[in-house]
């Protein structure tokens, strides 16, 4: 009986093939297709945003000064970051310790919760959650203003007027973005451990001496080094890349969408790509210049 | 011998290499008039502007403006340079997180460090009551402003470093007869009043052009159609120009 019933849908399978083996394989090439010109973009743009990055920042040292728009700019990304970064560094905080405690609790060793978050927190955590709040916050809004001042010839009146525009716009966001960076890093740090610390001590229990004293013997300050050199480099290619994005928009109203979207996107990518080489990069640092076994 | 502010040599611009926007201009704008630049949409107006701004790079074809070649010189020259050349953008192209006053401030904050901020400020409202701005406008941003009183801005801007060379790119889009009028007569007063410096006006505004201009020059499909006084284009037996012209003063 099950003979002419698989042989029948045998060759409807293979009719189906016939008619439609054109359009399968077109489709097939399309999905492939857009997935190679989807990841050779993403690396053409991140190499145009380093170079228009660093040909940028050099500028910042040439006359005249422009050091009261870098204290500016500092103060948009980081001041005004401030808020958001605890109340994220807060929460992951809490999230954070309470789920190693519920798994350090399986095997009795709750003992080590605190260095485990305050490892987690200083390494990986606060420069990436860091990186990931102000590039959506701070980038978005350095993408959606150069293209805006592009579009609407606001670029180009301060290139008459005799300004170097990429020393004017772009090189004192890069450098405010790489300072207040391993700053913000500093306070989510902090910020989370505090929480985590209170979580533990004041709800779970934990005696508050045996957690702050673990930490304290586990973590070394190159772990918060660490975390601040990651941020700063975050800092600097969601800089790079976003006013990049945005001091080349066309377009009208739509072009400014699209160069904030795609800034924003292309950083968050970025940002949690270059984390895994950082890392391996500063512990291969680290093994090469004796500072860890 | 008539003296030439700006000089084009066989302008060529393509932006994907194979249609040219401009293709081989040669033009000659003289010192100390008002020469408007018109033509059809599309015939390659603003990009030459733009070129003569040294905004845009030449495909091929050489520009001299006072003699001076943009392109030949280093970054700090040609920003030194520009100081020259005073723009009023289509809409203004006023910084929208500034006033109306700190827009006109701002290249004499850059370019004249040796002023103490009292006396540039006093430049500034000097230069906004020249452009005939209200005081009571002065602490405006540019969204609190209509589009006449932006323009105004934009001129008052324009004219802060006193430039040797006044450009205008489409001064009268976007704005009613009244204004249009209005705008018209404050490009004549401002040539007037900064005796001795050049006026180029891009437009497709017939009559404005034949009201302000002291030297015509129309382009088609990226050339030089015709160039001269306002008479010779009335004299022009070019059909194109006669359809332009009768085209320009029926609609207007």
């Known amino acids: 009986m099950a003979t002419p019933y698989f042989r029948r849908k045998k060759d409807e399978m293979l009719s189906w093939w016939k008619t439609n083996r054109l359009e399968f394989n077109r489709k097939l090439d399309q999905f492939f297709g857009s997935l190679v010109y989807g990841l050779s973009q993403l690396f053409f743009e991140t190499g145009q945003a380093f170079l228009f990055g660093t040909q940028s920042i050099r500028l910042i040292f040439q006359k005249p000064s422009r050091w009261d728009e870098v204290l500016r700019h500092m103060e948009f990304i980081g001041n005004k970051s401030v808020i958001i970064i605890c109340l994220t560094g807060g929460f992951t905080g809490l999230a954070l310790s309470y789920q190693i405690y519920l798994g350090f609790k399986l095997v009795n060793a709750t003992n080590l919760v605190g260095p485990t978050v305050a490892l987690g927190i200083t390494r990986e955590l606060g420069p990436v959650l860091t990186g990931l709040i102000v590039a959506a916050r701070a980038g978005g809004a350095m993408a959606a203003r150069l293209g805006t001042m592009r579009v609407s010839e606001q670029i180009d009146a301060l290139e008459v007027m005799g300004f170097d525009s990429k020393q004017y716009l772009v090189a004192p966001r890069i450098l405010a973005a790489f300072v207040s960076m391993p700053l913000l890093c500093a306070v989510f740090d902090f910020v989370a451990m505090v929480s985590a610390g209170l979580l533990c001590v004041k709800v779970l229990g934990i005696d508050e001496a045996i957690f702050w004293d673990k930490i304290q013997q586990w973590i070394e300050p190159g772990d918060i080094y660490q975390g601040m050199v990651k941020a700063a480099f975050f800092g600097l290619t969601f800089a790079s890349i976003c006013t990049n994005k945005g001091y080349f928009a066309k377009g009208g109203a739509k072009g400014v969408g699209e160069a904030t979207n795609q800034g924003v996107v292309n950083s968050m990518v970025l940002v949690i790509i270059s984390n895994y080489f950082l890392t391996n990069l500063i512990r291969f640092f680290y093994v090469i210049t004796g500072l860890r076994s | ?252």
Request: charged share 25%.
């Open chain 2, 1 to 252: 011998m008539m003296e030439v502010a700006i000089d084009i040599q066989n302008l060529r611009k393509s932006f994907d290499g194979k249609d040219f926007v401009l293709n081989g201009i040669n033009l000659t704008i003289p010192k100390g008039k008002i020469t408007v630049i018109i033509g059809f949409s599309g015939t390659g107006k603003s990009v030459l502007l733009k070129h003569i701004l040294g905004l845009i790079r030449p495909t091929s074809g050489n520009i001299q403006i006072l003699g001076r070649d943009l392109w030949s010189m280093e970054q700090k020259e040609i920003n030194l340079f520009r100081r020259k050349m005073g723009v009023l953008f289509q809409y203004a192209a006023l910084f929208d997180d500034m006033t109306a006053l700190e827009n006109v401030c701002f290249p004499l904050r850059e370019h004249r460090r040796d002023l103490k901020l009292k006396e540039i400020v006093d430049i500034a409202m000097n230069k906004l009551k020249v452009s005939g701005l209200d005081q009571k406008h002065f602490n405006k941003i540019p969204s609190e402003m209509s589009g006449g009183m932006r323009k105004r801005v934009g001129l008052a801007r324009a004219l802060a470093l006193d430039p040797e060379i006044l450009l205008y790119d489409e001064p009268t889009t976007g704005l009613d007869p009244i204004l249009t009028e209005m705008v018209d007569h404050l490009i004549k007063e401002t040539h007037h009043v900064h005796t001795g410096s050049t006026t180029v006006v891009v437009s497709h505004d017939l009559f404005a052009a034949f009201s302000i201009g002291e030297h015509i020059v129309m382009l088609d499909k990226g050339t030089v159609l015709l160039s001269g006084t306002p008479d010779v284009f009335r004299n022009s037996d070019i059909e194109l120009v006669q359809r332009f012209l009768a085209k320009g003063f029926k609609t207007g």
